[in-house]
């Protein structure tokens, strides 16, 4: 199922409905490297609450939308992954390394917030 | 109980078909969440293996009874190319192919049992185990 991304200011928030095939993987990964460019965006959001299964296809995917977000000048930050979730990524030992999580969309926000503040005391 | 049923794999559609079926059999097993997870997640893997290896195969989902031992075993089967090096193939990284070379490790990971034979030329299959 297609993901909606909606605009929020400097961000763009990707709200997982479903459970999300290959093809839609990869759409969003597509979706939001375009989106970014368009709104100029600072930060994306990706809400996964509603997944119940992240497997090693999901996992790299993910880490490839964040890499190239960052190459396009945006931050990434993942929320909503589920305890079961997270148990079963520790058994397969996929990691999201280098990519920014937070607890909910709530944290993600602040998460994103904290690094535009970083960025502007850095004078970048 | 007995039931079983079957998830013909032909595309990357049918990987997240398949595993909705094992988590619901799971459930009605008498899993419990995390274990619904590891056992959905296992099912993804070893779709993800037939699509990418041989195009197409199945899932097997069936319920397994050992004495008053219940648990839920899933059975993948292709006829695709088969895989030269099963133990290559079963370390954790090595992949032949755009995978992660973590599908197959990984579900032998997450389920109690798992069995893999393979002929060149003729398939794969894979039988995993979970037990309640």
């Given amino acids: ?124 | 109980m007995e039931s079983e049923s079957r998830v013909i794999i032909r595309s990357a559609a049918d990987i997240v078909t398949a595993r909705q079926k094992g988590r619901v059999l799971a459930m009605e097993l008498g899993f419990n969440g995390s274990d619904l997870t590891l056992v959905a997640t296992a099912i993804s893997e070893v779709a993800r293996n037939i699509v990418d290896h041989a195009k197409r195969g199945e899932i097997i989902l069936a319920t397994v009874n050992h004495g008053s031992r219940q648990g839920i075993t899933i059975i993948a089967r292709d006829e695709g190319p088969g895989i030269p090096d099963v133990d290559r193939a079963m370390e954790y990284g090595y992949s032949t192919r755009k995978g992660l070379g973590v599908g197959l490790p990984g579900a032998k990971w997450l389920m109690d049992e798992f069995e893999i034979d393979s002929k060149v030329g003729q398939g794969t299959t894979v039988t995993m185990k979970k037990w309640l």
Avoid: C, W
């Avoid at chain 1, 709200?15 to 100029?40: N, P």
């Fill in chain 1, 1 to 124: 199922m297609h993901v909606p991304v909606l605009k929020q200011g400097d961000y763009l928030i990707a709200s997982v409905q479903s459970a999300l095939s290959d093809a839609d993987l990869v759409q969003l990964r597509d979706d939001l490297a375009d989106r970014v460019g368009q709104f100029r965006s600072r930060g994306v959001i990706i809400d996964v609450t509603v997944l119940d299964v992240i497997d090693s296809f999901a996992t790299r995917t993910l880490r490839a939308i964040a890499h190239m977000l960052k190459l396009r000048g945006a931050e990434t930050v993942i929320v909503g992954i589920q305890p079961d979730v997270a148990f079963a990524m520790v058994q397969l030992a996929l990691t999201l390394a280098g990519v920014g999580t937070a607890l909910d969309l709530e944290e993600g926000l602040a998460y994103l917030n904290r690094g535009a503040r970083r960025n502007l005391t850095h004078g970048k």
